[in-house]
């Protein structure tokens, strides 16, 4: 039977839209205050978030409030939240004034972690305490610790699926697609699968499902020495060809230009729309617009992907946004502090029902019964001195798949029936093949 399960966790994610291409300043300190030459946290620092939600109803101040319990000396502790978390951010990177403490943007390349963030140890040192700790490394040194761990899969209506007689967690692409088509076919107003196209960054939500289809921890690496990463089978293909096939069935919402991720929560609450492909961090968000709405939190569920391995699901664990520091801040050793405080002490991954970042940290019960249903998969980081070679063939090659244009264009060829499938991925595949002649194997 479909798990039904309940998580507390209300980030909001957002996608890398472009690679920065910046040259950082090197005045005056990230936070515009007098230099902390005393080596204990003292001051102030000013720290950026994109969670916007726990500004607003007080949970930072309550932070800020027992940070400087432990910590005395420190004066003060400024929130900001950036709606855009990401933009802002990278335009704010145009100068050194980007916050003492920041979550490191997805647009910097690992061979500018260096460039904008200070190093918080060795990449083998950090490993030892820390889980995902790969994801913001470059050349054997560490520049973010992950706030939490997420799982990959689906956040679904548990109730819309189950009056369209789908009862089992589909296992192929081909059982999913089904499953879609019987909500359809049930006679009542629901979206099968809903794309939120027009905010752009929930179709990069897809890219969680990457090494989890063919539970393959290396399958990035391998990508940079092939020329065909949507061939039929590999991650890509299925993920992509996923996306095409449900929008030229008209299995998702009727017009993916007027979409609206805020709306879309309460949709999925209310059984106006039963399916959406977001990471475990999304649950919570849906089971407070159910509830606000007036329809039942129990009905949000969570499933793997659709694709079985050896009889198995799989799902990438990987962490959440790296916080890090500015490599201009003037107080490096408060928002070194501030790190380790928030994500060893704070209660955050616990309060948002996520894999703690430590490797000794507990699993929150919400999700123990879902990783029972799958195994578990980490990424493994690229091989020392080709950190950036993924990034660099990705940019050249015109792709640049941490943006979703690519794949609101295969959308918009699926409802136009402008290009076939096998078309699309003949040409991303031919602008991988030359990014890859033009960065060199």
Known sequence: MFLHQRRARVAAASAAVTVLALTAACSSGGSGGEENTSGEPAGEITVLTWRTDLVEDGTFDDYVEQFKEKYPDVTDVTIEGLTDYEGEVK???????????????GSVTPDQYAQFFEPLGSQEEMAEKYSWINDKSFEGQSYGIPVVGNVQGVVYNTRVWEEAGVTQFPTTPEEFLAGLQAIKDGGIEVAPLYTNYKDGWPLSQWDGWLGAVTADPDWKNALVTSDEPWAEGTDYGVVDGLIYDAVAQDLVEVDPTTTNWEESKRLLGTGEVATMVLGSWAIPQ????AQDAGAGAEDIGYMPVPVQVDGKFHAVAGGDYNLGINV????KVTARAWIDWFNEESGYSESQVGLSPLKDGT???????FMEQVELLTLNPAPEGEESLFADIDTASGIVTTDPKFR????????SGAKTKEQIFTELNTAWAEGRAEVGD
């Open 91 to 105: 335009t704010r990177m145009n100068t050194d004034e980007y916050g003492d403490v920041l979550a490191i943007p």
């Open 328 to 331: 201009n801040s003037d107080n």
């Open 363 to 369: 699993v929150p019960e919400a999700l123990a019964s």
């Open 286 to 289: 849906m089971q407070a617009a």
């Open 408 to 415: 609101q264009d295969t959308i918009d060829a699926a409802r």
